[in-house]
């Protein structure tokens, strides 16, 4: 038995919950629950980011004390993972007393590497981070991301030097120490480390009183890469506790556009601190709406409470962790959506254990005793590499599979010709690969594949009285 420790970015709570945030949250239980099938102890780390600028300027916009604000919509983000069907085992807000306590605990322990200086540059609100000349000139001074000029700002903050690990990161990248996956995106990060510059960690408090307060200096408000990064030790006790039970992290699931901050900032703070990195950074990638950037401007933002609302916690994830790959960009519509939830899981899945249970019922035969086998060889490596949407789709062909034997062996023909044992065996054992294939289902769809092995694990089958998956 191992120990697993997983995490989420943690999203910042200016606004509702988007399909982004979901993706997040289904990719690591998913990781979570399979190492748990595998006996592994697992911690699984979720939360909010809730200090800055942004978050301040909303508050203020909806005419709400910041406190309350920010409790407000990090509700909607705690009830969200909720409907997501995501069970996490440890949960951090940054307005936490103990993490805004820590974060300071590790600027001091870092500020060896930490510097004053006066700095003018380009900026973004919504990244809440300056950009280079390259990078304003390449972007015709608007950001890609928020699709918002950058604003000219002149002030004097606190740096931290990522020139001291520059060297030290590329080695770890390269030699995969930290792997980066997909293994593409480890060249764009290695790029991006050549030229990147010192990173500012603080504002004047005249520009930004809702923060941590920089320790020792009450002209300054700590800035989001100390207060928001450090939630991963954080939130394991760090720095009182000895987090070396759990950290370095087994894997850390991020979106790609904040992947940079998590391979270059992230390990140039383990370092500084004298922490090992987390073992694997994993990013996912967007999910584009009919092949386009979701968009309020465009108006084409999909909704995720709608679509859970539709038809489940179980729909939502069969959708978003099956048919958009674990690494790169997906796409919804909600056709695709209806056709994957009609035809595949109502048919395919749902229909199966209809049509199987009422068979054993009809005959009278027994399943409780069949226990699911070891998880084979291919489902686990395409686990254990992170290639969930193609261990989903392994495990789905099994499930095809069982109903074309169904077709091909006919067994209400041999029930009609009174063929009692033969009909017994070949029950028998589609109920063994349906209780196989439910197991590596689990992670997956954890609140259909308990019902189904609750359905077939009694001393009595029963078909449900309602199918699984009621089809429109």
């Not at 748990?36 to 102890?41: A, N, R, T, V």
């Not at 003018?120 to 928020?146: A, F, L, M």
């Not at 990522?162 to 990248?173: C, G, H, L, Y």
């Amino acid at each position: 038995m191992s120990k697993i420790y997983l995490t989420t970015a943690i999203p910042y709570v200016n606004g509702a919950p988007h399909i982004g945030h979901a993706m997040d949250y289904i990719i690591a239980d998913t990781c979570s629950r399979y190492h748990q099938i595998c006996g592994d102890e697992v911690r699984l780390q979720a939360g909010t980011d809730e200090h800055g600028n942004k978050i301040f300027r909303k508050a203020t916009e909806s005419n709400m004390p910041v406190e309350d604000y920010v409790d407000e919509n990090a509700a909607k983000f705690r009830d969200f993972i909720k409907k997501l069907d995501v069970e996490y085992t440890d949960y951090i807000r940054t307005t936490d007393a103990d993490h805004m306590k820590r974060c300071q605990e590790i600027w001091r322990k870092i500020k060896d590497h930490i510097y004053s200086a006066t700095y003018g540059g380009w900026y973004c609100v919504g990244c809440e981070s300056y950009v280079t000349q390259k990078e304003y000139d390449e972007n015709g001074g608007i950001c890609p991301d928020h699709q918002k000029p950058y604003e000219h700002l002149e002030e004097e903050n606190y740096y931290f030097r990522i020139s001291d690990f520059k060297d030290e990161i590329r080695a770890k990248i390269e030699s995969d120490e930290i792997q980066i996956l997909p293994e593409f995106r480890k060249k764009e990060m290695l790029k991006m480390l050549e030229d990147a510059p010192d990173v500012s960690i603080s504002r004047p408090t005249s520009q930004l009183t809702w923060g941590v307060p920089v320790p020792d200096d009450p002209n300054q408000t700590m800035y989001v890469w100390i207060d928001a990064l450090s939630n991963y030790i954080t939130v394991l006790g760090y720095p009182e506790k000895p987090i070396d039970e759990w950290w370095p992290a087994t894997a850390q699931f991020v979106g790609k556009d904040i992947l940079r901050f998590h391979a270059i900032i992230w390990p140039a703070m383990l370092l500084a601190l004298g922490l090992p990195l987390p073992k694997v950074l994993c990013s996912h990638g967007f999910i584009l709406a009919d092949g386009q950037k979701m968009s309020k401007s465009i108006g084409n933002v999909i909704d995720p409470i709608e679509v859970l609302e539709k038809h489940g916690a179980d729909a939502f994830r069969y959708y978003f962790l099956r048919h958009v790959d674990t690494f790169t960009d997906g796409d919804f519509t909600w056709e695709k959506y209806e056709s994957a939830y009609n035809t595949e899981l109502a048919n395919d899945y749902g229909n199966l254990v209809q049509r199987l249970a009422t068979m054993l019922m009809k005959n009278n035969i027994a399943t409780a005793a069949l226990k699911p086998k070891e998880l084979d060889e291919t489902y686990r490596n395409f686990m254990n590499n992170f290639e969930f949407a193609k261990a989903f789709d392994y495990a789905w062909e099994k499930v095809q599979g069982i109903n074309k034997r169904i077709d091909d062996e006919k067994p209400w023909m041999l029930a009609k010709a009174g063929e009692t044992e033969k009909l017994g065996q070949v029950l028998s054992s589609l109920t063994q690969e349906l209780k196989d294939v439910n197991l590596m289902l689990s992670p997956f769809l954890p609140s259909a594949a308990k019902k189904v092995a609750d359905i077939f694990d009694a001393e009595t089958v029963t078909p449900p009285a309602e199918p699984l998956f009621k089809k429109d």
